[in-house]
């Protein structure tokens, strides 16, 4: 996205929010009306007007284009009401068993709309007589939402309305991307019907017939209804004239040799034609398809979200960032997801980007499904282990001398922290600035717990109870452990990466630390002894978890040398680009260590929507801690330059 772009679309957010505000000053017949309908309805159009910042434009505009089709058309209480009270009558499947579901307000804003909107038109009666009718002015109606919004509860609450309060002869044809997601959807539209058939007095001469894939009744007096569910499959779809059309999951839809991505939909609509009051549903979340159907449809839909051009018989929903938000941001993630706390736990956003913001496996789940962006892999090969062989010089701290006592160091470093939380390892990185050399040196140090230990016999693999650690690495012929992972106090299997780590540890490129997680006691000495022999400016951390070890460094005299160092893709692009830069010049070398080697080679870099670059892990088990502590002390030595020489608190 352009900068002009993004300037547009600051702008046109601007001037949609004041327009909201003033739409929700009337007090017009019509929006007393919607008002009536449920109160819901006005609390949530009312919090958008209120505070814009937690909506995104698109969520804005929907709203200000509502206001607009109101003014133009008419508004149905009965028949918005009717979709409001059918999804909360009927009960779906949950933990706690069959449950009926109360739709938040943005929810009933969304269930509402598309049915209360109507118009009135002239049609001829059975004899040939004219009157008015109401008919449906919204025809096709676009929800883009994230993961676990809702959508599956949604669609089979629209697909048993429309079979039970539908034209004479309703049909509900749902499409989804795959056989499974079809099953899905079937499912829960069938156990949402028979539960409502068998406690709805009204209904209790209906007798549903079903198969594999379709449920439907005939009915002498009251007509045929039908609800099938098909994979994405266009040649099952010709003959259907569905009175409500909805196509699951629609961005996931590509293009191939065989067939287009929108066949599907495209083969629903045309079979609508003989029905007076159509309707169809794209109901979908973001995927990687970013020239995929959905995708490029979705530049017209926005144009007509925006004012651009008029389309009265489109409405669409939303929910995405806003050009300037951050991933990492819990606003972000509450603009993105409405529901987040309702109908997926309040941590869920949290939990899942922890898991993802280090790794190229998760990073573009994250953004496509719970950001709802449509992004492709932007990941790319970065500091290759040839040219970090070729970096690599012989540099071991604790082999330069000690400070005289108040005399400066003419070295002046950087320290770089990633605090490892269980089971695996602790990276500090030393950045030092090489004046007679115009060169960067780094060092990085790995501390391990090690763990629970359970002793096994290399022939039979049973355990042996009582073994010294000691004793382990004196007799390691005889026998051989197994580091198991503790997490509340239940063992797990094996670390992945034990054997690397072996090997770390008895070549000595890792020192071992007792317990699951590392003793911060240790590292703490470790940056205490350094300071003998450097002038550490400062010592960049990742504050997440960070206050114990904080208090042990302060304890030694180091707290005004403590600072906060951003995790963030904004935060880390300018050190990544520059620690780029050194490396190709050759200004950057790395002490010898084998585990540094590995890092850098587990290292991929990735490009967020916004063009900010951080590394990444290439997958779950590989470790990159050593590279984000060298870019955070060298980061450090980049912000202040290499000439700053203050006596620290290590010094005095």
Not at 594 to 608: H, S
Request: aromatic share 10%; hydrophobic share 40%; glycine share 6%.
């Amino acid at each position: 996205m352009t900068e002009e772009e993004k300037r547009e679309l600051r702008a046109l957010k601007v001037a949609k929010v004041e327009d909201l505000r003033g739409w929700v000053k009337k007090r017009t017949r019509k929006i007393k009306a919607v008002w009536a309908t449920d109160e819901r309805l006005k609390t949530y159009v009312m919090e958008v007007a209120r505070c814009p910042e937690r909506h995104n434009v698109w969520e804005i505009c929907a709203v200000v284009r509502f206001f607009e089709l109101l003014e133009r058309y008419e508004w149905h209480e009965k028949r918005a009401k009717l979709q409001i009270n059918m999804q909360e009558r009927l009960r779906h499947r949950t933990d706690d068993g069959l449950r009926e579901i109360r739709l938040q307000p943005v929810q009933a804003f969304m269930v509402a709309v598309p049915f209360g909107i109507v118009r009135k038109v002239d049609v001829r009666g059975k004899h040939g007589e004219r009157r008015k009718a109401v008919r449906r002015v919204i025809r096709s109606v676009v929800w883009m939402v994230p993961r676990k919004f809702g959508k599956t509860t949604l669609i089979a609450g629209f697909g048993v309305t429309e079979f039970f309060f539908g034209p004479y002869d309703a049909e509900v044809d749902v499409v989804s991307t795959t056989g499974r997601q079809a099953k899905i959807c079937y499912n829960m539209i069938k156990l949402s019907m028979m539960d409502l058939v068998s406690r709805e007095p009204s209904l209790q001469g209906v007798r549903l017939m079903y198969n594999r894939e379709s449920l439907f009744y005939e009915n002498p007096l009251d007509g045929a209804a039908q609800v099938n569910v098909f994979g994405d499959n266009p040649d099952a779809l010709n003959g259907l004239k569905p009175s409500l059309a909805i196509e699951d999951e629609s961005a996931s839809m590509e293009d191939t040799p065989s067939k287009a991505g929108n066949e599907s939909r495209n083969t629903l609509e045309s079979g609508q034609g003989p029905r007076e009051e159509p309707l169809s549903f794209q109901i979908t979340t973001a995927s990687k398809y970013v020239n995929g159907p959905f995708a490029q449809s979705l530049i017209g839909i926005k144009d007509v979200l925006a004012g651009k051009t008029q389309n009265d018989a489109m409405f669409a929903m939303l929910f995405c960032p806003d050009v300037d938000d951050r991933e990492d941001d819990p606003a972000t993630w509450h603009k993105c997801h409405p529901m987040l706390g309702e109908t997926v736990q309040a941590d869920y956003y949290e939990m899942e980007w922890l898991k993802a913001k280090d790794n190229a496996t998760y990073i573009n789940e994250f953004r496509t499904k719970m950001l709802n962006v449509f992004a492709v892999e932007q990941t790319k090969a970065w500091i290759s282990t040839e040219t970090v062989e070729k970096l690599m010089v012989d540099f071991e701290p604790m082999q330069w001398p000690l400070k005289q006592r108040g005399v400066q160091s003419p070295f002046r470093a950087m320290i770089g922290i990633d605090l490892s939380e269980k089971w695996d390892f602790t990276a500090v990185s030393l950045a030092v600035f090489r004046k007679d050399l115009n060169q960067i040196w780094v060092h990085t140090k790995y501390f391990l717990p090690d763990g629970v230990r359970v002793w096994v016999e290399p022939k039979t693999g049973a355990a042996i109870d009582g073994r010294d650690t000691d004793t382990y690495w004196k007799e390691d012929v005889q026998y051989i452990y197994r580091q198991e992972q503790a997490f509340d106090g239940e063992i797990h299997s094996a670390h992945p990466n034990k054997k690397l780590y072996r090997h770390w540890i008895e070549t000595g490129e890792m020192e071992l630390t007792h317990g699951t997680i590392v003793d911060y006691d240790v590292v703490a000495q470790y940056i205490f002894e350094l300071s003998k022999r450097f002038t550490i400016d400062k010592i960049g951390y990742d504050d997440y978890k960070w206050q114990e070890f904080a208090d042990k460094l302060a304890r030694m005299g180091g707290s005004d040398e403590l600072v906060a160092f951003g995790q963030t893709y904004g935060d880390f692009t300018p050190p990544t680009k520059s620690f780029e830069l050194g490396v190709e010049r050759g200004t950057i070398l790395l002490a010898k260590n084998e585990v540094t080697k590995w890092c850098f080679g587990n290292a991929i870099l990735d490009t967020d929507p916004r063009g900010n670059v951080k590394p990444m892990k290439k997958g779950q088990y590989m470790r990159i801690d050593g590279v984000i502590t060298a870019i955070m002390a060298c980061g450090l030595l980049f912000d202040v330059g290499h000439t700053r020489h203050n006596k620290n608190n290590f010094e005095k």
